[in-house]
């Protein structure tokens, strides 16, 4: 199974989103949130080279000398999604020989950033978080709803609630 980092990002938010991302059921196309951070990415950093995608798993959004993997951001409402998302890339990388020295996640409208270091230990949860992923992922029926503040926002709304 191909796990994507979108796949590892939306794990950290909601499962239920993962699964229906798994199942091809896309309701973010849409979404004024998820088009306004496409409208971040693509008129920020336009000096890169953007949209890296990895054997049709991966899709980063810029690597800068091979060295430094970028994602950018529009908020920092998920941070967690987005540090474990970026610290997949890096595994990602390195398990096809590629040395990433460290991944960095973009804040063009707050303009800041945070540096990633992917560890020995943070290599291990992976492993443990991408079975888990394979698991919800081959599941006939879809996790719960998780009832959570983001939940208003999110284009799964009416999928889940209605």
């Known amino acids: 199974m191909k796990i994507t980092g979108i796949m590892v990002n939306y794990y950290f938010i909601c499962k239920r989103k993962l699964w229906c991302q798994s199942k091809n059921i896309n309701l973010e196309e849409e979404n004024e949130n998820v088009q306004?951070?496409?409208?971040?990415?693509?008129?920020?950093?336009?000096?890169?080279?953007?949209?890296?995608?990895?054997?049709?798993t991966v899709n980063i959004d810029f690597i800068r000398k091979w060295q430094v993997v970028h994602e950018v951001k529009k908020s920092k409402a998920v941070e967690e999604a987005a540090i474990w998302q970026?610290?997949?890339?890096?595994?990602?990388?390195?398990?096809?020989g590629i040395k990433i020295e460290k991944g960095i996640i973009d804040y063009p409208v707050i303009r800041e950033r945070k540096e990633i270091i992917l560890t020995k230990e943070d290599e291990?949860?992976?492993?443990?978080?991408?079975?888990?992923i394979e698991k919800i992922c081959k599941n006939e029926k879809a996790p719960p709803v998780i009832n959570d503040k983001i939940c208003k926002k999110c284009a799964y709304y009416e999928f889940c609630y209605i």
Request: glycine fraction near 2%; proline fraction near 0%.
């Open 36 to 56: 306004l951070g496409k409208l971040i990415d693509e008129n920020s950093y336009s000096l890169e080279t953007k949209q890296v995608m990895i054997e049709e």
């Open 86 to 96: 970026v610290k997949y890339y890096i595994y990602f990388l390195k398990q096809r």
């Open 124 to 132: 291990n949860t992976l492993k443990e978080i991408l079975i888990d």
